[in-house]
């Protein structure tokens, strides 16, 4: 074990509960005055009647803390202030240096998890409102296959549905040749749009392009065939978007809403024998308990139309069915923004009453805001458009590579390029990230592409300037025989920061929110800034310099880690 707080609580807990005479959490936490502070002993002298200092002392004298903190005392009101011993530190350093994990155990529990994120519309390109659910999906990804978990990535593409007669009877009139050639990467809202004009302007179209989605939905050949054109086309441009975007999404975790047409069926069966269904105004809906219009009635989920089609929550059904039954989920994980809350809470319920999600099995949706603009509206061009993710992604390269210019033009036209692409697209993820997900967040080129303050520049070039320093001291790696010696202030927090990454990993495993992650990265940059200014590497005496290059070591190696599980790349040079 390498986490210092998880050491105190197991040291710290047999003695508070010899003094309350049952369990008692020591509620440890990060000091002011101290590494740590305890702060059970305040809660337990309430409950106990006594005095809280009293207690605190009784629990500091039956405490075995000799070895790890030989400084602990009873402070204020009753806290226990808790130093740890250098060279315990030292040691717990050495730990994680020789361990290419850092210190992050894997799992003892593995769970087969699916994240279900992104979800863009066949036949239609991606745009801003795309964005955060792809990053926050990734991160869910990278963090939970660190972690030992099987991940499956699930990509619900809108592929059905109504708009599809309109957009198949357009590639019909142009061609097939003509509608790839359309449909190809970059060009899918202009054959949308020229599908929609049609279908506004002519009634024979519109009738056309009816009859279409009847015959899609029969599995009609003559149909099916310029459907897979579409998907095929689309699909290729997705690929494209999320291999510039650095996501882990890939053609085979595509799973469109047409996956599911096959199982629709059963659903509505499975739902009528268990006495769910219901009829309102021709449609057949499920009415889950506790869901209730503004006029207090009770909502529907209409899974059935009048019209005797399927509607999407009956394919949202099917999807958690399958998810559990066929694939063994056991943690579902639907990353989709906040307005979706109530349609997807009715579909969890319904799948409850179901008996679909049995126990251990649990499904959360992983909300979020909005991406807003200056004027604090949903992110848009000045026309009111959506803004396309790659025009988007293009300005932050742009803007990132005068930046890299200015501030290091030595570097070679190639190394520019690679370091602006990595030094953009991570600036817009971690600009995403490091802010709660459940809130909405300005988007500001300037703040994000910052080489100060809590940015991806920020830590990107504090890792890099870690690894210049091993690269003027002449080595790739440190000794690993070397036990860093923690003496100064610098030196102690950098050391108490690199050893909390176990606990921070866990955490954002289990809640998702991936602010704790980037806030304790900007802290450990910081701590190094701190460090590199305080604590001379090269110019140090023999000891102190190995001491020190280790510490060097490790910040790298942890920022990039921490900087991997959130999806952004960690050039070497900037």
């Given at each position: 074990?390498?986490?210092?707080?998880?050491?105190?609580?197991?040291?710290?807990?047999?003695?508070?509960?010899?003094?309350?005479?049952?369990?008692?959490?020591?509620?440890?936490?990060?000091?002011?005055?101290?590494d740590?502070?305890?702060d059970?002993?305040?809660?337990?002298?309430?409950?106990?009647?006594?005095?809280?200092?009293?207690?605190a002392?009784?629990v500091?004298?039956?405490?075995?803390?000799?070895?790890?903190?030989?400084?602990?005392?009873v402070?204020?009101?009753?806290?226990?202030e808790?130093?740890?011993?250098?060279?315990?530190?030292?040691?717990?350093?050495?730990?994680?240096?020789?361990?290419?994990r850092?210190?992050?155990?894997?799992?003892?529990?593995?769970?087969?998890?699916l994240?279900?994120?992104?979800g863009?519309?066949?036949a239609k390109?991606?745009?801003?409102?795309?964005?955060?659910?792809?990053?926050?999906?990734?991160?869910?990804?990278?963090?939970?296959?660190?972690?030992?978990?099987?991940?499956?990535?699930?990509?619900?593409?809108?592929?059905w549905?109504?708009?599809?007669g309109?957009?198949?009877?357009?590639l019909?009139d142009?061609?097939?040749?003509?509608?790839?050639?359309?449909?190809?990467?970059?060009?899918?809202?202009?054959?949308?749009?020229?599908?929609?004009r049609?279908?506004?302007?002519?009634?024979?179209?519109?009738?056309?392009?009816?009859?279409?989605?009847?015959?899609?939905?029969?599995?009609?050949?003559?149909?099916l065939?310029?459907?897979?054109?579409?998907?095929?086309?689309?699909?290729?441009?997705?690929?494209?978007v999320?291999?510039?975007?650095?996501?882990?999404?890939?053609?085979?975790?595509?799973?469109?809403?047409?996956h599911?047409?096959?199982?629709?069926?059963?659903?509505?069966?499975?739902?009528s024998?268990a006495?769910?269904?219901?009829?309102s105004?021709?449609?057949?809906?499920?009415?889950?308990?506790?869901f209730?219009?503004r006029?207090?009635e009770?909502?529907?989920l209409?899974v059935?139309k009048?019209?005797?089609?399927?509607?999407?929550a009956?394919?949202?059904?099917?999807?958690?069915?399958?998810?559990?039954?066929?694939?063994?989920?056991?943690?579902?994980?639907?990353?989709?923004?906040?307005?979706?809350r109530?349609?997807?809470?009715?579909?969890?319920?319904?799948a409850?009453?179901m008996?679909?999600l049995p126990?251990?099995?649990?499904?959360?949706?992983v909300?979020?805001?909005?991406?807003l603009?200056d004027d604090g509206?949903?992110?848009?061009?000045?026309?009111?458009?959506?803004?396309?993710?790659?025009?988007?992604l293009?300005?932050?390269?742009?803007?990132?590579?005068?930046?890299i210019?200015?501030?290091?033009?030595?570097?070679?036209?190639?190394?520019r390029?690679?370091?602006?692409r990595?030094?953009?697209?991570?600036?817009?993820?971690?600009?995403?990230l490091?802010?709660?997900?459940?809130k909405d967040?300005?988007?500001?080129?300037?703040?994000?592409?910052a080489?100060?303050?809590?940015?991806?520049?920020?830590l990107?070039?504090?890792?890099?300037?870690?690894?210049?320093?091993?690269?003027?001291?002449?080595?790739?790696?440190?000794d690993?025989?070397v036990?860093?010696?923690?003496?100064?202030?610098?030196?102690?927090?950098?050391?108490?920061?690199?050893l909390a990454?176990?606990?921070?990993?866990?955490?954002?495993?289990?809640?998702?929110?991936?602010h704790r992650l980037?806030?304790?990265?900007?802290?450990?940059?910081?701590a190094?800034?701190?460090?590199?200014?305080?604590?001379?590497?090269?110019?140090?005496?023999p000891?102190?310099?190995?001491s020190?290059?280790t510490?060097c070591?490790?910040?790298?190696?942890?920022?990039?880690?921490?900087?991997?599980?959130?999806?952004?790349?960690?050039?070497d040079?900037m």
């Open positions: 074990m390498v986490n210092p707080e998880k050491l105190l609580i197991e040291r710290l807990a047999p003695a508070f509960a010899q003094v309350a005479g049952t369990p008692v959490d020591p509620s440890i936490r990060r000091g002011r005055h101290a740590f502070q305890c059970g002993a305040l809660g337990l002298g309430r409950r106990l009647g006594r005095d809280a200092r009293e207690v002392a009784d500091l004298r039956l405490a075995r803390l000799g070895d790890l903190c030989p400084t602990a005392r402070a204020g009101p009753g806290f226990i808790l130093d740890l011993d250098p060279a315990r530190l030292g040691t717990l350093l050495a730990d994680i240096a020789a361990d290419p850092l210190g992050v155990p894997r799992t003892d529990r593995p769970e087969t998890v994240v279900d994120y992104s863009p519309n066949t390109e991606m745009h801003v409102g795309h964005l955060r659910s792809t990053i926050i999906g990734d991160a869910a990804v990278r963090i939970l296959e660190w972690q030992g978990h099987t991940v499956l990535r699930r990509n619900h593409l809108g592929d549905g109504t708009p599809f309109m957009l198949i009877e357009h019909l142009i061609g097939e040749a003509e509608a790839a050639h359309e449909s190809s990467v970059g060009d899918l809202t202009g054959f949308y749009q020229a599908a929609r049609a279908f506004d302007a002519d009634e024979a179209f519109r009738e056309r392009s009816r009859r279409r989605v009847v015959a899609l939905q029969a599995g009609d050949p003559s149909t065939r310029p459907w897979h054109v579409l998907v095929a086309a689309s699909k290729a441009y997705f690929t494209t999320y291999t510039r975007l650095g996501v882990r999404l890939t053609e085979d975790d595509f799973f469109g809403e047409s599911y047409n096959d199982r629709l069926p059963s659903v509505i069966e499975e739902l024998a006495g769910l269904l219901r009829e105004e021709g449609a057949q809906c499920v009415f889950p308990e506790g209730t219009n006029e207090g009770p909502l529907p209409i059935r009048s019209d005797g089609g399927f509607n999407y009956a394919t949202d059904l099917a999807a958690v069915r399958q998810r559990v039954r066929e694939e063994g989920a056991t943690r579902l994980l639907y990353v989709i923004g906040a307005p979706q109530e349609h997807l809470e009715m579909v969890f319920a319904t409850r009453s008996g679909w126990a251990p099995t649990r499904v959360e949706h909300d979020f805001g909005y991406v603009g509206r949903i992110l848009r061009t000045r026309a009111g458009a959506s803004i396309k993710l790659v025009d988007l293009d300005e932050a390269v742009a803007r990132a590579r005068a930046a210019a200015g501030k290091n033009p030595d570097l070679d036209a190639d190394t390029a690679e370091v602006a990595a030094v953009g697209i991570g600036a817009v993820k971690y600009g995403d490091s802010a709660d997900r459940r967040y300005r988007f500001d080129y300037d703040r994000m592409l080489f100060d303050g809590n940015t991806a520049p920020y990107q070039y504090a890792r890099v300037r870690s690894l210049s320093i091993l690269r003027r001291a002449g080595i790739e790696t440190p690993p025989n036990v860093p010696i923690v003496r100064e202030p610098a030196e102690r927090e950098l050391a108490l920061r690199l990454l176990p606990e921070v990993i866990e955490e954002v495993g289990a809640t998702l929110d991936f980037t806030q304790y990265l900007f802290a450990l940059a910081t190094f800034t701190t460090f590199f200014e305080r604590c001379p590497v090269l110019r140090a005496e000891g102190i310099r190995d020190r290059l510490l070591d490790l910040t790298a190696r942890t920022l990039a880690l921490g900087l991997d599980l959130l999806g952004i790349e960690a050039p040079r």
